[in-house]
């Protein structure tokens, strides 16, 4: 399938997702949230595709946000449901993805793009990336799961000052903050996300997909993610991956999985 606001490229079990409007830095309108909802649908059921990284077209931005130009004559019914349809189709579906997602920030990563490289299971960025909430200097506030996911990430305090402030941190900042994983220079950011890519796609598909349902069952509401964790934990031994990864530790041999 081919896109207009996106790229798509496969290589080795791995597939990136460049979000490419660079002239606009890359910023969501509904269009692309609706691309990236099919093409994340598409990797999912993807069997040849064992680790997702999304990215940003060029050197500049990861994502600088939501499309401020698309929105800023909304009503508040259209508002609500901008940030609603945008939850689902992008941001709670990158969350849920039953594949390890990897957001390489390449740059600003602001309002919508850091509410994105939030909902992503890993963060790496790029020593040039900036990230920030801007959301409050528009008269509005952060719509994407941004006051939730922030809040998680770096703990409350630290989240009501970034929201609050509308304020950018650095990528070193950030990578304190435990907003980010790693900091790398841009010219390695993508090889060190596929260098990664490449560590868990060595890994159990069903157990990848398990371990993502146990960790997220821990932030939703009235779930108990010690259950989730057992029930996950104990389905994994009727997987043929299982009996694969145990049987090729006593053969002393490398496990060769399925994802079945
Ligand atoms: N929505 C729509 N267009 C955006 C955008 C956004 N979130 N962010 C950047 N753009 C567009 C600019 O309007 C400009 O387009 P134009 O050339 O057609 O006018 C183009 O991208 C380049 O951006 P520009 O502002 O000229 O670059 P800069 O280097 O001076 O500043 C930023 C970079 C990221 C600081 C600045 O673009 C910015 O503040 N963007 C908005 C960030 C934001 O508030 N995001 C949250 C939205 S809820």
Redesign the pocket.
């Known amino acids: 399938m081919s896109y207009t606001n996106l790229l798509v490229t496969d290589a080795d079990g791995i597939r990136t997702i460049t979000i490419n409007r660079p002239?606009?830095?890359n910023?969501?309108?509904r269009a692309t949230i609706a691309e990236l909802d099919q093409a994340l649908t598409e990797t999912d059921a993807d069997k040849s595709i064992r680790v997702l990284i999304i990215t940003g077209s060029g050197m500049?931005?990861f994502v600088?946000?939501?499309?401020?130009?698309?929105?800023a004559h909304f009503s508040v019914p259209e508002g609500k449901a901008l940030s609603a349809d945008g939850q689902k189709k992008l941001f709670d579906h990158v969350e849920t993805m039953s594949k390890p997602v990897i957001a390489a920030v390449n740059g600003?990563a602001?309002?919508?793009?850091l509410e994105l490289a939030m909902s992503c299971h890993v963060r790496l960025a790029s020593d040039n990336a900036?990230m920030?909430?801007?959301?409050v200097?528009?008269g509005?506030i952060?719509?994407y799961g941004g006051t939730q996911r922030l809040a998680r990430l770096v703990a409350k305090g630290k989240a009501m000052e970034m929201i609050l402030s509308?304020g950018?941190i650095d990528a070193n900042d950030a990578l304190q903050w435990g907003l980010v994983n790693r900091v790398v220079p841009q010219d390695q950011l993508l090889s060190t996300a596929v260098e990664l890519a490449t560590r868990i796609m060595k890994n159990s598909p069903t157990a990848l997909a398990a371990a993502i349902r146990a960790v997220n069952a821990g932030y939703e509401p009235g779930v108990n993610g010690m259950q989730r964790e057992i029930e996950e934990f104990g389905k994994c031994f009727g997987t043929a991956d299982f009996k694969e990864g145990t049987s090729a530790f006593m053969e002393k041999r490398k496990a060769e999985f399925r994802g079945e």
Do not use: C, H
């Open positions: 002239d606009q830095l910023a969501l309108n500049k931005a600088a946000g939501a499309d401020i130009k698309e929105f600003f602001l309002g919508g793009g900036r920030g909430l801007p959301e200097s528009l509005v952060p719509g509308a950018m």
